[in-house]
């Protein structure tokens, strides 16, 4: 792949300014809140990479609002394979089809890190770099989420963060996304749902990774 040009505030601002006209208004809000909260979330585990993450948060629902039908489609498009529990949770299709949307359409944010980061937004994966855990916690905690989940989760991620060493930041991420994972299994489990198998190993890889450091 040939490297790609440096992610600048004018490429942000002329993407933010494309998206608005292209989904919704109560989505481009809360795309515009899981910027803004990628953002705070980035000076305290990225620093250096805080552009980058906000591209991430601008592009990750751009597939957000496909019927069904839409969705089949784009992944018969990109060869993107399709399982039974796919089918039955529709909803997890924009990560994956947003990744071959981007690489069509927004070429200049087709960053591999941006790519997937969004890809496992959703479901989660058992290999997530800190990037994607950040894009992961910044959709469920944003600010313009009134779910009493997301407002639990808000509340226990920043009320300590600000008096915990780096270390233990890292470590307070990881107890944050694991209860994020179990608040989303035990939702799916009362509505009768089936749950993404990607779900499960995010969980599962999380508590290991928790108890390697808390042997």
Same mark, same amino acid.
């Given at each position: 792949m040939e490297s790609l040009p440096c992610i600048t505030e004018k490429a942000l601002d002329s993407l933010r300014k494309t998206l608005s006209g292209r989904i919704k208004e109560h989505r481009f809000l809360h795309t515009l809140g899981v910027e803004k909260e990628i953002v705070k979330l980035g000076k305290i585990y990225l620093p250096q990479d805080i552009l980058r993450l906000r591209a991430a948060?601008? %592009?990750? #629902?751009?597939?957000?609002?496909y019927t069904t039908q839409e969705q089949l489609e784009l992944c018969r498009r990109y060869h993107l394979p399709v399982t039974e529990v796919d089918r039955l949770s529709p909803k997890i299709f924009h990560a994956r089809t947003a990744v071959g949307v981007i690489q069509d359409e927004f070429s200049a944010f087709a960053d591999p890190v941006i790519l997937d980061a969004i890809a496992k937004h959703t479901t989660g994966a058992r290999e997530?770099?800190?990037?994607?855990?950040?894009?992961? %916690?910044? #959709?469920?905690?944003?600010e313009t989420r009134t779910f009493d989940d997301c407002v639990m989760l808000r509340q226990a991620f920043w009320e300590p963060i600000f008096a915990l060493s780096q270390e233990e930041r890292l470590a307070h991420l990881n107890r944050v996304l694991l209860r994020s994972f179990d608040m989303t299994i035990v939702s799916l489990l009362k509505e009768g749902c089936v749950i993404a198998p990607a779900t499960i190993d995010s969980r599962n890889a999380l508590i290991e990774e928790i108890n390697k450091h808390n042997p």
């Amino acid at each position: 792949m040939e490297s790609l040009p440096c992610i600048t505030e004018k490429a942000l601002d002329s993407l933010r300014k494309t998206l608005s006209g292209r989904i919704k208004e109560h989505r481009f809000l809360h795309t515009l809140g899981v910027e803004k909260e990628i953002v705070k979330l980035g000076k305290i585990y990225l620093p250096q990479d805080i552009l980058r993450l906000r591209a991430a948060a601008l %592009l990750h #629902d751009v597939t957000k609002e496909y019927t069904t039908q839409e969705q089949l489609e784009l992944c018969r498009r990109y060869h993107l394979p399709v399982t039974e529990v796919d089918r039955l949770s529709p909803k997890i299709f924009h990560a994956r089809t947003a990744v071959g949307v981007i690489q069509d359409e927004f070429s200049a944010f087709a960053d591999p890190v941006i790519l997937d980061a969004i890809a496992k937004h959703t479901t989660g994966a058992r290999e997530m770099s800190l990037f994607a855990k950040l894009l992961y %916690l910044a #959709d469920y905690i944003e600010e313009t989420r009134t779910f009493d989940d997301c407002v639990m989760l808000r509340q226990a991620f920043w009320e300590p963060i600000f008096a915990l060493s780096q270390e233990e930041r890292l470590a307070h991420l990881n107890r944050v996304l694991l209860r994020s994972f179990d608040m989303t299994i035990v939702s799916l489990l009362k509505e009768g749902c089936v749950i993404a198998p990607a779900t499960i190993d995010s969980r599962n890889a999380l508590i290991e990774e928790i108890n390697k450091h808390n042997p």
